[in-house]
């Protein structure tokens, strides 16, 4: 009877730690070292034209001088042989220190901006927050 309990004991705190871990991966709160990476596809209509695709590209480039939260930026277009693309095109990758550089970065009146430049221009965007692990 006391080997059952102690079992079950182990699994509840199993459970507990468990879920804890997750709960870790999901909150806004850095981990105990790591780097708020934040990941942005952009999949254009087909009416987009080159021009408009290089203004945009330009505009993003330009966010990290106008909002000072960004710690780094970095942008390209998809090169995987895989062809699992699904029409995205262009990736673009900010760095923050922490997740209220993040929060202060989407508001920031120079992020909304680009978002009208962008918007007409833009079928699908996917947009991924994640804490770098080692």
């Known amino acids: 009877m006391f080997k059952l309990m102690g079992v079950a004991f182990v699994l509840s705190a199993c459970v507990l730690v468990g879920s804890s871990v997750l709960a870790a991966d999901t909150a806004s709160d850095a981990p105990a070292s ?3 990476r934040h990941v ?3 999949k ?7 021009e408009d695709v290089a203004r945009i590209v330009e505009a993003f480039r330009g966010l990290p001088g106008k909002i000072e939260q960004i710690a780094g930026f ?6 995987s042989p895989e062809g699992k693309a699904q029409g995205f095109t262009h990736c673009f990758l900010l760095t923050f220190k922490t ?3 993040r929060d202060a970065y989407l508001p920031h009146p120079a992020h ?3 978002g009208k430049v962008v918007g007409p221009h833009v079928d699908k965007v996917c947009v991924v927050d994640y804490w770098t692990r080692d």
């Open 34 to 36: 790591g780097t708020l």
């Open 40 to 42: 942005v596809l952009f």
């Open 44 to 50: 254009f209509k087909d009416t987009a034209s080159p």
């Open 74 to 79: 970095e942008w390209g277009t998809d090169v």
């Open 99 to 101: 997740a209220a550089d």
């Open 112 to 114: 909304k901006a680009f």
